[in-house]
């Protein structure tokens, strides 16, 4: 079981930066991706970002790709989001998540949805005021 906790959301305004981290705990996270979602009301989860936790490759939605950059730290068991030039369209509620089954081939074919996570987190608000 692997347990995931988000924070570092809250409110922003239109063009500023923000960092989210997500900290792993109950098992080592070896041949894990990890990814980045976010939520509005009334829609489904929508992948942004994920990394392979052993060799640290990435890969982004094309909406944020060059905006948001995902980052792991093997040392602190943790990922981060580092989003720029935050716009009110980014505000959702951002959730961190864990897939025990990672696989190069698969998540270069930009399918990820949140059917291939096992765990999750609580979540984090951010809202993004102009």
């Known amino acids: 079981q692997v347990h995931l906790a988000e924070s570092g959301g809250g409110l922003v305004q239109i063009g500023d930066s923000l960092r989210l981290s997500c900290a792993a705990s109950?098992?080592?996270?070896?041949?894990?991706?990890m990814a980045w979602f976010r939520q509005v009301p009334g829609k489904v989860r929508k992948f942004l970002a994920a990394?392979?936790?052993?060799?640290?490759?990435?890969y982004y939605a094309g909406s944020v790709r060059g905006r948001f950059t995902i980052s792991r730290d093997n040392s602190r068991n943790s990922v981060y989001l580092q989003m720029n030039n935050l716009h009110p369209t980014d505000t959702a509620v951002y959730y961190c998540?864990?897939?025990?089954?990672?696989?190069?081939?698969?998540?270069?074919?930009?399918?990820?949805?949140?059917?291939?996570?096992?765990?999750w987190g609580q979540g984090t608000q951010v809202t993004v005021s102009s």
């Open positions: 998540a864990a897939d025990k089954d990672y696989n190069d081939y698969y998540y270069g074919l930009d399918l990820l949805d949140d059917g291939d996570f096992d765990f």
């Open positions: 109950g098992q080592t996270l070896s041949g894990y991706g």
């Open positions: 990394v392979d936790w052993n060799e640290g490759r990435t």
